[in-house]
């Protein structure tokens, strides 16, 4: 199975800020990846495919870059509706597997 | 607008079985492979099973292949996950997950359910 790691596990940040999360795979899933917005008690919404694809009705502060085994996701000009947990999610191949989380929340 | 609706979650006996099911709504279920992930605190986001959108084909994570079954009713829009011989680690919040496709580019999940919680415990 392929293993997908994310760091920093939290982050404090505040409104306005610029964030950066990275996620890593075992092995290389070309662009296959995913990032995952979940609030509490929420089911997680779907914000970038494809590495770097925005998802319809996104906001555009949001963007993923990355290919093979290191990927990234931006978060520009925090908002107050940002404060979240980050998880991605690698396509590549079955299993289908998640990182462990990014914790993003107010400094 | 997409809606998923799990039911089915309860407690149950470790080696007891459950079966889930996830009402669709909104959008061409018949075209639409579906997904189950669970969520629990210690093991984070973990997916389960797929299956395709005619339900032709069929995956499984490696920790419930042989005791859980996904199938789908295409004419009742649901999906149903059959879980036998539960274990103590499948304890935690089921979803079922829309498959989202663009360009070639598959097995991303742009909808999801708000869940059903399974306990197993005895």
């Known amino acids: 199975d392929i293993q997908m790691t994310q760091s920093p596990s939290s982050v404090s940040a505040s409104v306005g800020d610029r964030v950066t999360i990275t996620c890593r795979a075992s092995q290389g899933i070309s662009t296959w990846l995913a990032w995952y917005q979940q609030k509490p008690g929420k089911a997680p919404e779907l914000l970038i495919y494809?590495?770097?694809s925005l998802q319809s009705g996104v906001p555009s502060r949001f963007s993923g870059s990355g290919s093979g085994t290191d990927f990234t996701l931006t978060i520009t000009s925090l908002q107050p509706e940002d404060f979240a947990t980050y998880y991605c999610?690698?396509?590549?191949?079955?299993?289908?597997?998640f990182g462990p989380g990014t914790k993003l929340d107010i400094k | 607008q997409v809606q998923l609706v799990e039911s089915g979650g309860g407690v149950v006996q470790p080696g007891g079985s459950l079966r889930l099911s996830c009402a669709a709504s909104?959008?061409?279920?018949?075209?639409?492979?579906m997904h189950w992930v669970r969520q629990t605190p210690g093991k984070g986001l973990e997916w389960v099973a797929a299956?395709?959108?005619?339900?032709?084909?069929?995956y499984y994570a490696d920790s419930v292949r042989g005791r859980f079954t996904i199938s789908r009713d295409n004419s009742k829009n649901t999906v149903f996950l059959q879980m036998d011989s539960l274990r103590a680690e499948d304890t935690g919040l089921y979803s079922c997950?829309?498959?989202?496709?663009?360009?070639?580019?598959?097995?991303?999940?742009?909808?999801w359910g708000r869940g059903t919680l399974v306990t197993v415990s005895s």
């Open positions: 494809a590495a770097s």
């Open positions: 999610q690698q396509a590549n191949s079955f299993p289908f597997t």
């Open positions: 909104g959008f061409t279920f018949s075209n639409s492979g």
């Open positions: 299956i395709w959108f005619d339900g032709s084909k069929k």
């Open positions: 997950a829309r498959d989202f496709c663009s360009g070639g580019s598959c097995y991303y999940f742009d909808f």
